[in-house]
Every structure is written in structure tokens, then in C-alpha cells.
């Protein structure tokens, strides 16, 4: 249904992808891994999303990347169909079309309250780190979840991990580096206890 809607299985994948992740920037081969189709078809699509204000590129270390425009002028509706709450409502009856989550990746790692992707992955850097991850994890588990992401974008990456409590506290006292991450263009994957939004509340 979604797919005669939207026009193709891929087109589809891809809007998930990006509406799942509003401020995450991929670049064509992490696309074509993530959604799990033939790169010409992404290039394809990708060049149509262009066409039509869905998304925006950036040129960034000499890789074309792309994410969702959220000043597109039907973004909330699409955001409404394609987004993380409704993901079970854009599944074909057939072949499922749902993205890979990053949220069950890093859920792999072990009891994770918070997870932010921001610096290198929303290319803003004015945070100056690229994940954060909030929980009780296996250290082992979290290395190799670290090295993977570096495999995949080919580059060191800057991460802080800390308890629950620690991340309260320096919340409390408006701790100058946990304010740069709320404040930065950044990606939640993980917010069991709406730790983020705490902040932005108080």
C-alpha cells in the first residue's frame, strides 16, 4: 500500500531512514547499508527526494551527504507517517521495509538510558563529541560497539560515557559540557527516562 503510495520500496526505506533520524546526515554508501538496496536505485531516489525540497546535501571531507529539511512545508505530516512512533503503521504486508534501527544497536551494549549521536554525525561540532552514552554497559560490548562506528565512517571517534546519576547531577549544575550536548544539532537514539528533555524543562 505505502509503496503504490510513495512509489517505490526504496523511496519508502529511504523516507523512514530520514525521518526516523531528523538530524542524522548519511552519505550514499551508509544509506545503501542501512536500507539494504542496490545503490543505483538510492542514487535514484535520493536525486528525486533532492528535487522535490524533501531533503538537503552537504559536502563534508569529500563525501556528499544528505539529510531530512525539517523546513520542508509538508514535513510534519510525512514526519507523522515515516517517523520512529509510526514506523509499525508503514510496513507492507509482504516484505517488511522497516530501516535497521541504530537504537537496537547500541541497546546491544547493555542497560543504555541515554544514547546522542552529535559532532561528526549532524556535523555540528560545537559540542566537540561525537557520541554520548548514559547507562550501566559491558565495557567490552561498548568498545566494539565504538569501533564499528569508527569502521563505518573511517574515522576516530570522540565519546564520554557516564551514569545516570552523574549525567543528573551535572545537568544540576548546569555543567558547561552537558549544556553544549543539549544544545548542539544532535540525534537521541536512547532516552529511557526523557533525561534530555529533563533539562530542557528545568
Do not use: C, W
Given at each position: 500500500?505505502?509503496?503504490?503510495?510513495?512509489?517505490?520500496?526504496?523511496?519508502?526505506?529511504l523516507?523512514?531512514?530520514?525521518?526516523?533520524?531528523?538530524?542524522?546526515?548519511y552519505?550514499?554508501?551508509?544509506?545503501?547499508?542501512?536500507?539494504?538496496?542496490?545503490?543505483?536505485?538510492?542514487?535514484r531516489?535520493?536525486?528525486?527526494?533532492?528535487?522535490?525540497?524533501?531533503?538537503?546535501?552537504?559536502?563534508n571531507?569529500?563525501?556528499?551527504?544528505y539529510?531530512?529539511?525539517?523546513?520542508?512545508?509538508?514535513?510534519?505530516?510525512l514526519?507523522?507517517i515515516?517517523?520512529?512512533?509510526?514506523?509499525?503503521?508503514?510496513?507492507p504486508t509482504?516484505k517488511?521495509?522497516e530501516?535497521?534501527?541504530?537504537?537496537?544497536?547500541v541497546?546491544s551494549?547493555?542497560?543504555?538510558e541515554?544514547?546522542?549521536?552529535?559532532?561528526?554525525f549532524?556535523?555540528?561540532d560545537?559540542s566537540?563529541?561525537?557520541?554520548?552514552?548514559v547507562?550501566?554497559?559491558?565495557?567490552t560490548?561498548?568498545s566494539?560497539?565504538?569501533?564499528?562506528?569508527?569502521?563505518?565512517?573511517?574515522?576516530?571517534?570522540?565519546?564520554?560515557?557516564?551514569?545516570?546519576?552523574?549525567?543528573?547531577?551535572?545537568?544540576?549544575?548546569?555543567?558547561?559540557?552537558?549544556?553544549?550536548?543539549?544544545?548542539?544539532k544532535?540525534?537521541v537514539?536512547?532516552?529511557?527516562?526523557?533525561?534530555?528533555?529533563?533539562k530542557?524543562?528545568?
Amino acid at each position: 500500500m505505502v509503496e503504490q503510495l510513495f512509489g517505490s520500496k526504496t523511496r519508502v526505506k529511504l523516507l523512514q531512514l530520514f525521518f526516523s533520524n531528523p538530524n542524522r546526515s548519511y552519505y550514499v554508501r551508509e544509506i545503501t547499508r542501512k536500507i539494504d538496496e542496490q545503490i543505483n536505485s538510492v542514487r535514484r531516489e535520493l536525486a528525486n527526494l533532492l528535487s522535490i525540497g524533501i531533503i538537503t546535501s552537504d559536502t563534508n571531507n569529500n563525501r556528499l551527504y544528505y539529510e531530512v529539511d525539517q523546513k520542508y512545508e509538508f514535513y510534519e505530516p510525512l514526519s507523522q507517517i515515516f517517523g520512529k512512533s509510526n514506523t509499525a503503521k508503514v510496513k507492507p504486508t509482504k516484505k517488511s521495509t522497516e530501516v535497521p534501527s541504530d537504537t537496537q544497536e547500541v541497546s546491544s551494549i547493555g542497560n543504555v538510558e541515554l544514547a546522542v549521536l552529535t559532532g561528526h554525525f549532524t556535523r555540528d561540532d560545537s559540542s566537540g563529541i561525537d557520541v554520548l552514552i548514559v547507562g550501566d554497559v559491558n565495557p567490552t560490548q561498548l568498545s566494539k560497539y565504538i569501533a564499528e562506528l569508527e569502521r563505518q565512517e573511517a574515522k576516530e571517534l570522540r565519546y564520554a560515557l557516564m551514569t545516570p546519576n552523574e549525567f543528573k547531577y551535572r545537568q544540576l549544575v548546569n555543567d558547561r559540557f552537558i549544556s553544549l550536548i543539549s544544545k548542539s544539532k544532535n540525534q537521541v537514539l536512547v532516552d529511557k527516562s526523557d533525561l534530555m528533555g529533563a533539562k530542557a524543562s528545568g
